[in-house]
């Protein structure tokens, strides 16, 4: 989706180490998604941000939506193997061909042991 | 088990020919969406339902696709004369009013054009 850009692209970390994957979106955000996929496989839910400055944790990861709710980011303390993955945002948005629920291209996370 | 179901997993065809993928929602699910997801990139929208009805579909889907949910509760997703660009993992997605924005994924169903 061009609507929603994410970075970086791809990231290794060595176990241990915090990240943070960012969500840009070019419209306001009335609600921000953030669902991770493995491999293969369908994506799970992971977290919903609605209102600016919201910030929800679950685990070791925790996400945020900016003030001006155009922008999210995911952050992963003390990652580990588990971590890996492709984290995807999503968004309930207006393009120009109507009102449909978008991805960003997605963060590729490699966590090496 | 209660979650999104596809069928099927995986389907190996050659160009030209047809295939079909059938999605089975969470049943008190309304909404229904079709996605495509290639290698290295995010899930591009291609269609959704609510209930019955084909609320929105992506340019992405040409005519030699369609998509139907003729009674609200399964779809099913028909790609006539297959291209190999059409190699690509179909997802299927459903949510109900309550669940806004947390969309229930299928495994998907991945299909390869020789």
């Known amino acids: 989706s061009q609507e929603l850009e994410q970075s970086p692209q791809s990231l290794i970390v060595q176990e241990g180490k915090n990240l943070t994957i960012n969500c840009t979106s070019s419209?306001?955000?009335?609600?921000l998604y953030w669902y991770k996929q493995k491999y293969g496989e369908g994506l799970i839910f992971l977290m919903m941000?609605?209102?600016?400055?919201e910030e929800k944790s679950h685990e070791k990861i925790t996400a945020k939506l900016d003030e001006k709710k155009q922008q999210s980011s995911l952050h992963i303390t003390a990652s580990q193997p588990s971590h890996a993955g492709i984290y995807l945002c999503?968004?309930?948005?207006?393009?120009?061909?109507?009102?449909?629920?978008?991805f960003g291209p997605g963060t590729r996370l490699s966590v090496l042991p | 088990d209660t979650g999104v179901s596809q069928d099927p997993r995986h389907k190996i065809t050659k160009r030209g020919q047809n295939v079909t993928f059938r999605c089975d929602p969470i049943?008190?699910?309304?909404?229904l969406y079709w996605y495509r997801q290639t290698l290295g990139q995010g899930p591009e929208f291609l269609t959704y339902?609510?209930?019955?009805?084909?609320?929105?579909k992506s340019r992405l889907l040409s005519d030699r696709f369609s998509a139907e949910r003729p009674k609200g509760s399964f779809s099913t997703l028909e790609i006539q004369r297959t291209e190999q660009g059409d190699s690509a993992m179909y997802l299927c997605?459903?949510?109900?009013?309550?669940?806004?924005?947390?969309?229930?994924f299928g495994e998907g169903s991945r299909l390869t054009v020789l």
């Open positions: 997605a459903s949510t109900g009013t309550q669940n806004t924005g947390e969309l229930f």
């Open positions: 419209k306001t955000l009335y609600g």
């Open positions: 941000l609605q209102k600016g400055g």
């Open positions: 999503g968004a309930d948005i207006s393009t120009n061909y109507g009102q449909n629920f978008v």
């Open positions: 049943s008190e699910h309304n909404r």
């Open positions: 339902f609510q209930n019955e009805a084909q609320l929105e």
